[in-house]
Structure formats: structure tokens, C-alpha cells
């Protein structure tokens, strides 16, 4: 059947066709940038801290908190578990495990961002200063050892978006599904164990985010500070004519 065109009309443009040489970036992409996760970790921490420190949990904090926090004590066993990657422990042992497996660079970025994040995450409860879920929402259900201090950040959660975010380009297809399991598992544990509200875990998670993005701009210049300058005639440093590369250092090996 052919379509009719009423007279007077004219049929809908064709939608045009991207610019030949200009790639669709999915959201994935953009967050592999360093500068754009350091940038978008700083707002969503500066934003969740700003709410926090009011010290009102509003009525979808307080829903969402209870939604996870009344879930069956069965759990606990399995959430306890999961919590530990989300440990200052954990940091060390991670960049352990990648510095046995002979990734090096990776071992430092772990031990950077996760023990990193840790300490940045002691200063941020000081400055918030955001009581427990048990100081302000009646009827909190508390599992396993009290949590002291403060609540908002979560260092668990910190911790483990950190390490997840410097092994995840490392990975497999296998390990990364693994780690996006486990990275948003870790923050719902906590609120699971009665140790902090919704908000607590975002901005633990921004945090986290932003310390690998620094750490790994930190370790790009660091690198590219290390290869030295390039000059058309020479070539990269310590490749031009009458030299060598020695450990890293230029040696020169003209004649005097």
C-alpha cells in the first residue's frame, strides 16, 4: 500500500546521521575519564554533605533505610561477609594479592586509593559530623558490634568503590559483573547492620570514586614524568643516538 501525502504537506525529515569521525560515547565511557569521575565524585560528596549535616532524615532516607535495615537477621552471616571488603584491610590485602599476580602499578593504585579514602573519610565524619542511624531514626535494628564514632561518610563503602574502581579495567567480563555486585553490596550491608543511612553510603561511594581519580591522574603525570620529553630527532628519552636506558636513568655513551 502506498502512503498518502496530503497536499499542502510534506513528510517528516529523515533523521540526519552523527558526523562521520565523531564516536558515540556511552555513559561508561565518559566515566573512564579520570577528570570527569574526580569531578563528579567531589559534587555528589559536596551535595550528600551539605544534606547530612542538617541532621533531618527525610522520608525517602528514612523508607529506603528501613526497607534494607528490616530485612530477615538470617542475612547476617552472608552480609558480614561482604562487609569485609569494605575494610581498611582490605586495601592492603588487595594490592597484595595484585602485586603476587605481578601488576605492580595496580598493587600501588590499590593500596593509594583504599588507604586513601580511609583516612580522607575519618576527616569528612569530623567535619559533618552526622549521628548513627541509631541516634536518629527509633527503632533501628543494630546487628553485630555496635558501630562507634559518627555516620556520615561510610569508609566501608569509600573503601570498596575505590579498590572496585582501580581493578575493575583489569578485569574480565567474569570479574567485572563480580565487582559491580559486590561494590553496591558492601554499602547496602551497612545499612543492613544498622550502621548508616542511605546517604552515609552515597557520599562514602563519591568519595571513593574521586580518591582513585586523583590517585590515577597522580600516577599518569608521575609516569609521563618518568619517560621524559620527545624530540623529533632523537626519538622518546633515552633512545636517541650514543645512549641507553639503564634502570630508568639516561646514560650517555658518546666519546670525550
Known sequence: MTPCTLPGSQAPAATPPPPAGIPRRSLAGVL???PVRLGAGAAVVAVTAV????????PWEASAFRAVNGLPSSV???????????????????????????EHELAARLLAGGVGTWAIAKLVKQVVRRPRPGALLPGTRCRGRPAAG?????????????????ALPRLGPGGRAL???????????????????PLD??????????????????????????????SP???????????????????????G
Open 233 to 255: 630527532a632523537s626519538g622518546p628519552a633515552g633512545t636517541g643516538p650514543g645512549s641507553a636506558a639503564v634502570g630508568g636513568w639516561r646514560q650517555t655513551g658518546g666519546r
Open 51 to 58: 544534606a547530612a549535616r542538617h541532621r533531618h532524615v527525610s
Open 150 to 166: 559518627l555516620g556520615y561518610l561510610s569508609g566501608h563503602a569509600g573503601v570498596a568503590t575505590a579498590l572496585g574502581a582501580a
Open 76 to 102: 547476617y552471616p552472608v552480609a558480614w561477609a561482604c562487609m569485609q571488603l569494605g575494610t581498611f584491610g582490605a586495601a592492603p590485602a588487595a594490592a597484595g594479592a595484585a602485586w603476587l599476580a605481578g
Open 179 to 197: 565487582v559491580r555486585i559486590a561494590v553496591p553490596a558492601v554499602g547496602l550491608t551497612r545499612i543492613y547492620a544498622g550502621a548508616h543511612l
Open 32 to 34: 573512564a575519564s579520570p
Open 201 to 230: 553510603i552515597a557520599g562514602g561511594a563519591a568519595l571513593g570514586l574521586a580518591v582513585d581519580a586523583a590517585v590515577s591522574l597522580c600516577a599518569g603525570r608521575f609516569a609521563g614524568s618518568r619517560r621524559g620529553p620527545t
